[in-house]
């Protein structure tokens, strides 16, 4: 007689499918899983490897009088400074904002957390841009400051309030009920919890501000990414614009040490679904509610208010002939099909290293991920100076082609497909393809049948998440892109350069546009993640 196994306990597998439970793994198929992550990962290792290649051929000699010069100094100076000044600013205006959108009772907290992520739609130099005709004074750190703060504060407040959110309220009341006030709560329960939020935030701001090339450049404010950039446009100087290449890798990466020191490895799970109860809601005064109205309703108008103002402004003051269509849909078209190919190649890259994350998980599979991470936190800079090095050199045919391009995104963004992924292909359960070979299906055409159905949502996700970050994208482009290659991202920065402001407006609303579905996901993502 079988024996019965208590309800919620999932039968074993039996012996002849635990054998085929790998299965794309077993024989050739493994080995070319294996064999693609492998070649994907070596090509994100392409920026490291020029860093360390240069650095060797140029010598310690010219290696040091490049590097210890007061140019290099002083540039390390204005990148410290913005990061040490911004990067706080930016959580405490997140943290704060996600309290005053979560915790407390302050009137249409729900529209005010929509306008809250909508920055993120406006892409940074468009802020600069608008900060700039608005105010043609505007420059210097001061100003690399407040337009940073504006254009990147919600990194931190989408994390920060999306752990508000699930944190378990009766570690709260227990504090309460030990007789904490409730500003001993947040500080000593509440802020301890929020750690990693704070520091996943502030690792974004942090690259964010290192790779930022339009943003700086408009306000005149001089960073590594603007110097190496006038430095390769101006003379092509090889060795100088690669050796402030490699100091701001340098940067990058001693940041993302910083970041890991600061998470910790404190545990922040918990076993069980917490509480099943509303969190907490403050409630404020009439005075604490006016302060919190001022200060979401400044932030906003800082932040949303002087890009849709100027935007209108130059429309309206450039009228119909600003939309000249000879010249924009070509760019929209261009945009679009660099962000599709973009979306499609990197998805398709992303696919056997999120394979083996979900199917075979080891210590290959985590270095092999590692090198994409490392290698997407790089400054688009960087990265497309590696190419244009190794292009020239060992690849001539696809010098200043799309192909160059295109690899550049995926090298890029290949992390923001990858996590999607790698989400949608744990939805499928293996035995419903082990089901499917047991009824005489090969591998292939079992994960064509199961597996790639089910994580269909998650690929198209990630495919849009990259294409999005494309169309955005300014730097790699402007370097890589052929010879007569306009996109909404290029024209809008040609057209600024020549102070023509009202014929760039049109390329700056087009960017907002593409960029809200972004901004709609990200936000609908992190309330789904909450369980909201």
Same mark, same amino acid.
């Given at each position: 007689m079988p024996e019965t196994l208590p309800a919620g306990v999932a039968a074993p597998i039996p012996a002849p499918l635990r054998r085929r439970s790998h299965g794309l793994f077993a024989g050739r198929g493994g080995a070319w899983v294996i064999g693609l992550s492998l070649l994907v990962s070596l090509l994100a290792l392409l920026p490291i490897a020029f860093v360390i290649g240069v650095s060797w051929q140029t010598g310690w000699a010219t290696l040091s009088a490049l590097v210890f010069r007061p140019r290099v100094g002083e540039l390390l100076l204005n990148t410290v400074l913005l990061v040490v000044i911004t990067l706080p600013l930016c959580i405490v205006l997140g943290i704060t904002l996600a309290w005053l959108?979560?915790?407390?009772? +302050?009137?249409?907290?729900?529209?005010?957390?929509?306008?809250?992520?909508?920055?993120?739609?406006?892409?940074? %130099?468009?802020?600069? /841009?608008?900060?700039?005709?608005?105010?043609?004074?505007?420059?210097?750190?001061?100003?690399?400051?407040?337009?940073?703060?504006?254009? /990147?504060?919600?990194?931190? /407040?989408?994390?920060?309030?999306?752990?508000?959110? *699930?944190? &378990?309220?009766?570690?709260? &009341? $227990?504090?309460?009920?030990?007789?904490?006030?409730?500003?001993?709560? #947040?500080? *000593?329960?509440?802020?301890?919890?929020? *750690?990693?939020?704070?520091?996943?935030?502030? !690792? !974004? $701001?942090?690259?964010?501000?290192?790779?930022?090339?339009?943003?700086?450049?408009?306000?005149? #404010? &001089?960073?590594?990414?603007?110097?190496?950039? &006038?430095? %390769?446009?101006?003379? %092509?100087?090889?060795?100088?614009?690669? =050796?402030?290449?490699?100091?701001?890798?340098?940067?990058?990466?001693? =940041?993302?040490?910083?970041?890991?020191?600061?998470?910790?490895?404190?545990? /922040?799970?918990?076993?069980?679904?917490?509480?099943?109860?509303?969190?907490?809601?403050?409630? +404020?005064?009439?005075?604490?509610?006016?302060?919190?109205?001022? +200060?979401?309703?400044?932030?906003?108008?800082?932040? +949303?208010?002087?890009?849709? #103002?100027?935007?209108?402004?130059?429309?309206?003051?450039?009228?119909?002939?600003?939309?000249? =269509?000879?010249?924009? !849909?070509?760019?929209?078209?261009?945009?679009?099909? #660099?962000?599709?190919?973009?979306?499609?190649?990197?998805?398709?890259?992303?696919?056997?290293?999120a394979w083996l994350s979900i199917r075979s998980p080891g210590r290959l599979q985590r270095v092999l991920e590692s090198c994409n991470y490392i290698t997407s936190s790089l400054p688009g800079i960087v990265v497309a100076l590696a190419l244009v090095t190794v292009t020239v050199h060992y690849a001539r045919p696809i010098y200043q082609t799309a192909v160059t391009v295109l690899l550049a995104y995926m090298l890029m963004f290949l992390p923001r497909a990858l996590v999607s992924l790698r989400a949608g292909i744990a939805q499928a359960p293996i035995e419903l393809e082990n089901m499917a070979r047991s009824l005489g299906r090969s591998p292939a055409r079992a994960l064509w049948l199961i597996t790639l159905r089910l994580a269909a949502p998650g690929a198209a996700a990630g495919a849009a998440l990259v294409f999005l970050a494309i169309t955005n994208e300014l730097t790699a482009t402007l370097l890589l892109a052929p010879n007569g290659t306009r996109t909404l991202a290029t024209g809008f920065w040609a057209l600024t350069s020549e102070i023509d402001y009202a014929a760039a407006a049109p390329y700056a609303l087009l960017m907002i546009v593409l960029s809200l579905p972004l901004t709609g996901l990200l936000y609908h993502q992190s309330k789904r993640t909450a369980g909201r």
């Open positions: 959108t979560e915790r407390s009772n +302050l009137p249409g907290r729900r529209g005010w957390s929509l306008l809250a992520t909508a920055p993120l739609a406006v892409p940074a %130099f468009v802020h600069s /841009y608008a900060w700039v005709s608005l105010v043609p004074p505007i420059h210097g750190l001061s100003a690399g400051v407040l337009v940073s703060v504006i254009a /990147y504060f919600p990194f931190l /407040y989408l994390p920060v309030a999306a752990t508000l959110r *699930r944190l &378990d309220p009766a570690i709260e &009341d $227990v504090a309460q009920s030990m007789g904490l006030k409730p500003w001993a709560v #947040f500080f *000593r329960v509440v802020l301890p919890q929020l *750690r990693l939020a704070i520091c996943g935030g502030a !690792l !974004l $701001v942090g690259l964010h501000l290192l790779a930022e090339y339009g943003l700086y450049a408009m306000i005149r #404010f &001089d960073t590594f990414t603007t110097a190496i950039f &006038d430095q %390769f446009k101006s003379t %092509f100087n090889g060795p100088a614009a690669n =050796m402030l290449a490699g100091v701001l890798a340098l940067c990058c990466l001693a =940041m993302l040490t910083l970041e890991s020191t600061a998470r910790g490895h404190a545990r /922040y799970a918990r076993v069980g679904s917490g509480s099943a109860r509303e969190q907490p809601v403050a409630c +404020l005064t009439t005075g604490q509610t006016v302060l919190a109205l001022a +200060l979401l309703t400044i932030t906003c108008a800082l932040a +949303l208010g002087v890009p849709l #103002f100027t935007l209108g402004k130059w429309l309206i003051a450039g009228g119909a002939q600003v939309w000249e =269509m000879a010249e924009l !849909l070509p760019a929209l078209q261009q945009t679009l099909l #660099f962000g599709v190919c973009g979306a499609v190649l990197t998805t398709v890259a992303a696919f056997p290293i």
